[in-house]
């Protein structure tokens, strides 16, 4: 049963009444999510925070595909990136990053800026590493002490394999740290943290989770665990003090409460259906988009593209009077950054956006520009 539509009793559903914001994050939150950040506050220093987060762990082991540690943390998908590089690598260590557009770029600039010795595998915008070329360069730089790969390059809807990729540098080097960002593929797109062999990975509430932005997931391994950098108490940024405190069913400091409510809603909807029945419906909204996209007239952007977003433009005509089109019709998409600015449209597959009659309803839009 595709997911937004098992939901839609449950007001997880988008209507399409309303204007159709299809930016592959922040994506629409559903009106059941804002009616669980709408539950009282309580004490979260009482047995009823304990619930809470019994909850919110369950969830969150289920979508990570692990039976480590989790949390949420108050913070951006970059904050999310920097606070696990920042937790788990050490000042002169030495961490390979791979760079293939402008949140990868990020990730080697902070690790930069945090005194790691960074190597880069750079490549080009939209092209993903294959597992050779990374293992070529693991091995080739002495003691690396961590790799950090962009599952998805949301800047581009460049895909790895990440799978292939974990279990070729894990063959290469076993007790290398494989830190994941996967802020928009966890919840969208086949996920194993502990089958894979990661180590960490984060993923952001506002992309497959449907919550308003401004909070992040996280889990870990058992060498990602073994690998924390203790801390004093007040180091917020510091996964360790935070690992400490889930362990009680507690939280470090004062938690993002109605932010948990809202992840705990979607994570159990995702439970009540189960996880390959969301990864189907992304598929096949992806699918569905870019044959009909193909069909009209445009190009998809990319050899890997990832299923949670398509990043595409128009040969021949004006990708400013296409947007112009779609926003007239009340659709919004989100245009290209960074070295690709002016030249893309990126749309999101995730949560709502992933419904057969949202994907067809963008595509009439497409196809009466494309038949002018």
């Known amino acids: 049963m595709p997911f937004a539509n098992s939901l839609r009793m449950k007001g997880f559903d988008l209507p399409l009444a309303k204007a159709l914001f299809l930016a592959p994050g922040p994506v629409p939150v559903p009106q059941a999510v804002w009616e669980a950040m709408a539950q009282p506050v309580i004490h979260h220093r009482g047995p009823a925070f304990s619930t809470v987060m019994q909850r919110l762990h369950a969830g969150l082991r289920y979508v990570f595909q692990t039976a480590g540690e989790t949390g949420v943390i108050a913070g951006s998908g970059t904050f999310a990136v920097e606070t696990a590089m920042y937790s788990l690598f050490r000042p002169g260590e030495r961490v390979l990053v791979v760079n293939n557009g402008k949140f990868s770029e990020r990730w080697e600039e902070y690790g930069r800026l945090l005194g790691l010795d960074v190597r880069s595998l750079t490549k080009p915008w939209g092209e993903a590493a294959n597992p050779e070329e990374l293992v070529a360069l693991a091995t080739l730089e002495p003691a690396v002490h961590g790799v950090v790969i962009t599952h998805c390059e949301t800047s581009t809807g460049a895909l790895i394999d990440l799978e292939s990729a974990a279990s070729a540098v894990r063959a290469a080097l076993p007790d290398v740290l494989l830190l994941a960002d996967a802020i928009t593929t966890v919840g969208a797109l086949p996920f194993y943290l502990d089958a894979w062999g990661l180590d960490a990975a984060v993923v952001a509430a506002q992309k497959a989770f449907m919550n ?31 690992v400490l405190a889930g362990r009680q069913q507690s939280y470090p400091y004062t938690p993002p409460l109605a932010a948990m409510y809202g992840w705990i809603a979607v994570l159990e909807g995702i439970a009540d259906i189960g996880l390959p029945a969301v990864w189907n419906e992304v598929l096949h909204a992806a699918r569905d988009f870019r044959s009909g996209l193909s069909e009209a007239g445009g190009q998809v952007i990319g050899a890997s593209p990832s299923d949670s977003l398509t990043v ?61």
């Open 212 to 242: 308003p932005a401004g909070t992040f997931a996280w889990a870990l391994g058992e060498r990602g665990l073994e690998r924390l950098r203790p801390s004093a108490p007040g180091d917020f940024a510091n996964w360790h003090n935070y």
């Open 312 to 372: 595409f433009d128009w040969p021949g005509q004006s990708l400013q009077a296409l947007n112009e089109h779609l926003s007239q019709a009340g659709i919004t998409l989100a245009g290209g950054q960074g070295a690709w600015e002016g030249r893309i449209l990126r749309i999101s597959h995730m949560g709502s956006a992933a419904r057969p009659e949202v994907v067809e309803e963008v595509l009439r839009v497409i196809r009466s520009f494309g038949s002018r």
